[in-house]
């Protein structure tokens, strides 16, 4: 069974860093893309980060560029999300999943709640 946990969130002040988690299993993690994905409160969830399937090639949104780096270990099953310089727009709920596959649409895990604020 495909599985997401998400873990690494907290409150932080901006200017903080965090080092998110996430924890796969259930599929061939180490041949497919990972991404993160956050939602804001009363927004649509979007795209943060993505990364190759041996970690060669990231793609990031405008807004987090030089900021958030995603990485991962395919020995663990497992992506991370080196979030530094954080925003109060960064807050949100952070996700992870494989990218453009109608596979895993079903099986979002319960995200780690990430709040800046001072």
């Known amino acids: 069974q495909v599985r997401f946990v998400e873990t690494g969130g907290g409150l932080v002040q901006p200017g903080g860093s965090l080092r998110l988690s996430c924890a796969a299993s259930g599929f061939p993690f180490s041949i497919l893309a990972m991404s993160w994905y956050r939602q804001a409160p009363g927004k649509e969830r979007e795209l943060v980060a993505r990364?190759?399937?041996?970690?060669?090639?990231?793609n990031y949104a405008d807004s987090v560029k030089g900021r958030f780096t995603i990485s991962r270990d395919n020995a663990k099953n497992t992506v991370y999300l080196q979030m530094n310089s954080l925003k109060p727009e960064d807050t949100g709920v952070y996700y992870c999943?494989?990218?453009?596959?109608?596979?895993?649409?079903?099986?979002w895990g319960q995200g780690t709640q990430v709040t800046v604020s001072s």
């Open positions: 990364i190759n399937d041996f970690g060669g090639i990231t």
């Open positions: 999943n494989v990218p453009n596959s109608p596979n895993f649409d079903n099986y």
